[in-house]
């Protein structure tokens, strides 16, 4: 039990803490972590360091004060205040116990916590809240320099409790405009500089289609720091009669066209629910109950027909985002009728140096098994051609992305469905190349042996620059650096086309635990913007300057 101490006992223990504030503590040991987590902007609570708290006398552990320095932030005045929580079981923040605070930020900032609690250890975060409004290319340096039990100091670790922390800003929270989950990323600079984030609107629970389920944007017009409000750019509402919840449209690839301008936003629709079986369901009501997932099972079947298999769609804005039309049904553009699905790839599209349009894509075949292909225009988006299926492997691959290298050839970087199983040294993406359009592929000498992933999307942009008088690029590609689990979302480099991914190049971006989808996009020339699944929010932008990937990462 943790009691937070008031009146003249509070005055008591300061006073204790005070009078004792020159000897060290026998009663209090310190511990703690700092992890590398983002620090947002537009979030209440951002936990930046855990100090875990350990009693070494009798009596219970109590704490009188925790000093916190900030000295060393790039922009102080970005800081708005300093909180004290506890903790999950699990360790995380517990942001529904406040134990003390809010207190102005400040160089350094004491907080006169007075903490008793019958515990060998309690866990306590350190929580940030940033401005509205900060400094994206800053830094965040806090540090536990100081705390007081009513016998003295506690001895810090001897290597000093904190870190440096990238800040960002949480574009999407859960429960933001009454939504209960934003997911799957899209981010896009148009030709005007504006920065569009796109995600899928899941309004009523967090699992994928089908469900209550529109595509969104933000749009931001200096560089990711602040963003328009929420506009939903893909709603089926009831069409065909049926509830929402029955036409949900889902992982969104969104495209700038480079020669026109043409924004476009492709997703995919589900109409009603087909069952296990393959049978679309009849009668559906708002009280109805039914879900199938359309790649599960039989979800989505052979065909045209929205009864059949779930539906391909695109919207199209001319005016840089700020109005789009109506949905056009391209199903029967690009699916085989045999196949079970056709679907974008969440993410982006690119414009080729001949201005072909390229979306990666993904589907099930004739049998059911998942495949990973591209989708081409030379229309401008008016028609679209599908290609062969990249890769055979034994579990098929989903989820890609798209690329085109120095010498013309299309890369596409797809998640493979072994690696749910297969956590050995051959998991990794599988990749493939091609200089025909998607006709014919052959496998990149780095497929399933350069990068991994816990068998999760994962985003692939070429940057380019402009340094010494020359046009530059560099291949940028960011997921969940592990075999297992969705942690550690981490921005990679390669200066060779993807032939390697030098690790002195590698920017940990957060740690945490979190859904794992991103994308990149450039943010003008100097700077490179990641919108992210993370552990703090359901939607993070950060922007990191070019010279930071250029120059070996973050310290």
Excluded at 161 to 176: E, F, S, Y
Excluded at 231 to 237: E, N, S
Excluded at 460 to 484: D, I, M, Q
Aim: hydrophobic share 35%; net charge negative.
């Amino acid at each position: 039990m943790i009691r937070i101490i008031s009146g003249t006992v509070a005055a008591a223990a300061l006073l204790a803490a005070l009078s004792g504030c020159g000897r060290v503590s026998e009663s209090l040991a310190v511990e703690g972590v700092a992890p590398v987590y983002p620090v947002l902007a537009l979030k209440e609570a951002n936990p930046v360091l855990r100090l875990d708290f350990i009693r070494t006398g009798d009596g219970p552990l109590e704490v009188s004060a925790v000093e916190i320095s900030l000295k060393e932030t790039d922009n102080p005045k970005d800081v708005e205040s300093v909180s004290l929580y506890g903790a999950l079981e699990n360790g995380l923040i517990d942001t529904a116990r406040l134990i003390c605070g809010p207190v102005a930020a400040a160089g350094r900032v004491r907080l006169d916590c007075r903490i008793s609690a019958d515990a060998d250890t309690l866990p306590v975060w350190v929580a940030l809240k940033m401005r509205d409004v900060i400094d994206l290319n800053g830094f965040v340096k806090v540090a536990c320099v100081g705390v007081t039990a009513p016998d003295g100091k506690a001895q810090l670790p001897a290597e000093g409790i904190g870190g440096r922390l990238r800040t960002g800003v949480a574009v999407r929270k859960h429960g933001d405009d009454g939504v209960h989950s934003y997911r799957i990323p899209g981010l896009v600079e148009t030709g005007a500089g504006t920065i569009i984030a796109l995600y899928d609107v899941r309004r009523e629970l967090g699992r994928d289609l089908q469900g209550d389920i529109d595509i969104g944007i933000n749009r931001s017009f200096d560089g990711g720091t602040t963003w328009e409000p929420l506009q939903i750019v893909m709603d089926m509402g009831r069409w065909g009669g049926l509830p929402e919840k029955f036409n949900g449209v889902s992982d969104a690839c969104i495209t700038v066209d480079r020669t026109s301008g043409d924004i476009l936003v492709a997703g995919l629709w589900m109409h009603g629910v087909i069952d296990e079986q393959g049978r679309w369901l009849e009668g559906l009501t708002e009280e109805s109950t039914e879900w199938n997932h359309q790649w599960r099972n039989r979800g989505s079947q052979p065909g045209f027909g929205v009864r059949e298999t779930s539906q391909f769609m695109i919207t199209r804005s001319s005016d840089d985002g700020a109005t789009w039309s109506e949905p056009e049904n391209i199903t029967r553009m690009g699916k085989s009728e045999e196949w079970w699905l056709w679907a974008p790839a969440p993410g982006n599209s690119i414009t080729m140096s001949d201005g072909t349009l390229v979306m990666p894509t993904q589907g099930r075949d004739g049998t059911g098994k998942s495949f990973s292909n591209i989708t081409w225009s030379r229309d401008g988006g008016r028609t679209w051609t599908s290609s062969a299926p990249a890769a055979e492997t034994p579990q098929g691959t989903t989820e890609c992305a798209v690329v085109e290298l120095a010498d013309g050839r299309l890369m596409l970087n797809m998640r493979d469905n072994r690696n749910r199983t297969d956590p050995s040294d051959e998991n990794g993406r599988t990749v493939a190349i091609t200089a025909d359009l998607g006709r014919t592929w052959t496998v990149h000498p780095t497929s399933r042996g350069a990068l991994i992933e816990p068998t999760c999307m994962a985003s692939l942009y070429r940057h380019e620059f402009t340094a010494g008088g020359e046009r530059r690029s560099v291949l940028l590609f960011c997921n969940p650096a592990s075999k297992s689990a969705r942690v550690n979302m981490t921005l990679k480099a390669s200066f060779d086309d993807g032939m390697t991914w030098p690790a002195e190049h590698s920017i940990l971006l957060d740690e945490g635990r979190g859904r794992g989808y991103s994308y990149i996009t450039s943010v003008g020339e100097e700077y490179v913007g990641v919108l992210y699944e993370g552990s703090q929010a359901d939607m993070i932008f950060q922007r990191i300057p070019l010279a930071e990937i250029l120059g070996g990462g973050s310290e």
